[in-house]
């Protein structure tokens, strides 16, 4: 490969090479071998491995743009985001390093998607701390990073008083032991529901 342009994008640290056969395609030095970025100029001539290099930052910058499309709209967790690009048939080989650059600078958080998850979810359902570690984790969320934002999240929101809306709704249609079934499949200890039932 002969490069005939090279040219920094808006994107910050990110290239748009033009080869003198093909198309152009974007790099960053992140996803390139040590050195490689530094020989890159007009007119230079690669060999087929390192040509196989620049090839694969290509890729690597095309998944990292897609990525960068989807968190503008929300925020996601990697679990999922790579699940996605999956779907969009990117080699897992590139996702893994551009949703891991993502990750590095903090575009890529399963904190903050926890965290943005919780919230959501609270808006129309009533939940207990169990529940809601068993929904973060079939999302991907690490145990430790779910705890941190289940802590957050029930510094901000009383769970007995949650506990006390889910069970107002759910006595309108159920009594017994039905009831506290109900209350626990939605996440709440016995002793919540206790409290729930006395007040």
Not at 38 to 67: H, M, N, P, Q
Request: proline share 1%; net charge negative.
């Amino acid at each position: 490969m002969i490069i005939k342009s090279i040219a920094e994008t808006s994107y910050s640290g990110m290239f748009k090479v033009a080869p003198e056969e093909g198309c152009a395609f974007y790099i960053r030095k992140d996803y390139l071998p040590e050195g490689l970025f530094d020989r890159i100029d007009v007119g230079v001539d690669f060999d087929d491995d390192e040509t196989d290099s620049l090839l694969d930052a290509g890729l690597t910058c095309a998944v990292e743009l897609k990525a960068v499309g989807y968190l503008a709209r929300a925020e996601q967790s990697r679990f999922g985001l790579t699940r996605k690009l999956i779907e969009k048939k990117f080699d897992k080989k590139y996702v893994e390093a551009a949703l891991s650059y993502l990750e590095g600078r903090g575009y890529l958080s399963d904190l903050r998607y926890a965290t943005a998850w919780l919230n959501t979810r609270r808006v129309n359902h009533y939940e207990g701390r169990s529940r809601l570690a068993a929904e973060l984790s079939a999302r991907g969320i690490a145990r430790d990073v779910a705890n941190k934002a289940l802590d957050e999240f029930f510094n901000e929101n009383d769970e007995d008083e949650i506990c006390r809306k889910a069970y107002a709704k759910a006595s309108k249609t159920k009594s017994g032991d039905k009831l506290t079934a109900a209350l626990i499949r939605q996440g709440f200890t016995l002793k919540q529901i206790k409290v729930a039932q006395e007040e």
